[in-house]
């Protein structure tokens, strides 16, 4: 039968006072961490909300949503197009676009009804409306906030309408003359066609609002 060796006494001191310093370490970690926690609950939790306006953001929302205020607007166009009538005349599905390419086309544009140019033409319009879709955001977050649909369509149509007038009647009506030699835009597009064309991408616009408001990350703070 074996029997331990006895531990020396220096062993038994140095195994001791090895304990006392952790549990000296031990108690100091615990203060610091009761002093941390009294810190923390002394300070609000981070909202995660942008201070001031979020421009930025709305921009880039706006520019995004555009292109369902453009494609709606120009599919209501086709479809009116189709189910219009227009007396002897047959107009192509997209009389519009081709209208609309006489600004950088001139007259020649109204007799491309096929190819790679109409199709060009579809993309800048387009393109066109995600530009404007940007307006549409900024005016929205601005004057709209949280209000009902009813308030965002009633501002939607006052700036499609605007919008309309301003572009057609003081933009086109002496720009295109002076670079292209025609009118065609504004004499080619009935008042109502423009008018509803505008009113459709703004009425989307805002339907489609909520989608591109900025909702902050809010942090949870977590209490034992």
């Known amino acids: 039968m074996t029997h331990d060796k006895p531990r020396w006494t220096a062993d038994v001191a140095a195994d001791a006072e090895e304990r006392r310093q952790m549990e000296t370490e031990l108690a100091a970690l615990r203060d610091r961490a009761a002093l941390l926690e009294r810190e923390l609950e002394a300070r609000d939790p981070p909202s995660g909300s942008f201070p001031g306006y979020y421009t930025a953001y709305y921009a880039t929302t706006g520019f995004m949503l555009g292109i369902f205020g453009a494609c709606t607007s120009l599919l209501f166009n086709v479809v009116g197009a189709l189910v219009v009538p227009t ?30 140019t109409l199709a060009i033409g579809c993309c800048l319009y387009l393109g066109t409306g995600m530009l404007l879709g940007i307006l549409f955001q900024l005016f929205l977050t601005r004057y709209s906030g949280s209000a009902s649909l009813g308030k965002r369509l009633l501002l939607a149509t ?24 025609g009118r065609w835009i504004v004499e080619m597009i009935p008042p109502w066609v423009a008018a509803a064309t505008h009113l459709v991408f703004g009425w989307t616009m805002a339907l489609v609002y909520p989608w591109g408001l900025y909702t ?3 942090v949870d703070s977590v209490k034992e």
């Open 87 to 116: 007396g002897d005349a047959e107009y192509h599905p997209l009389r519009l676009i081709q209208v609309y390419l006489t600004f950088p086309l001139g007259e020649k544009a109204l007799h491309i009804d096929h190819g790679l």
């Open 216 to 218: 902050p990350y809010q």
């Open 158 to 181: 006052l700036l499609s309408l605007g919008l309309w007038i301003v572009n057609f009647y003081g933009i086109l009506s002496w720009l295109q003359p002076l670079l292209f030699g």
